[in-house]
């Protein structure tokens, strides 16, 4: 294993190589050459990246920033669109409700208690 190592330090692979196969195996039912042709292909070529982050660990190294920063962005922009379909939206006037009646004051409150840890602090 090399220095570096973790738990984490496979995750690429392991995450590459399936999603490869499985692009590969979706595309097959397609008729189209987007899908017997392009889709195969790509999944090839996600399977072959996946493999060679086990071959060559010297590459693993640098894929390792990329790899974890791409999958937080499409970690939260899933989250986002999810919350964003399920919670209820609201009219204007509820929107300007809730900041006048509730976030104003809570936002308040908030400078209150945090100037008065503060202070509490100073004089110690």
Request: glycine residues 8%; charged residues 10%.
């Amino acid at each position: 294993f090399p220095a570096t190592w973790t738990i984490t330090y496979y995750l690429p692979s392991v995450i590459l190589i399936p999603f490869g196969l499985w692009v590969i195996y979706d595309g097959i039912k397609y008729e189209t050459i987007f899908g017997r042709i392009i889709l195969p292909g790509v999944g090839t070529a996600i399977a072959s990246i996946g493999a060679a982050l086990i071959v060559f660990p010297a590459v693993n190294e640098y894929i390792q920033g990329p790899f974890w920063l791409l999958s937080k962005i499409f970690f939260f922009l899933f989250f986002y669109v999810w919350a964003r379909g399920t919670l209820p939206r609201f009219r204007y006037d509820q929107l300007m409700n809730i900041g006048w009646k509730l976030l104003l004051p809570v936002s308040i409150a908030n400078v209150i208690v945090t100037a008065g840890f503060v202070l509490f602090r100073s004089n110690r």
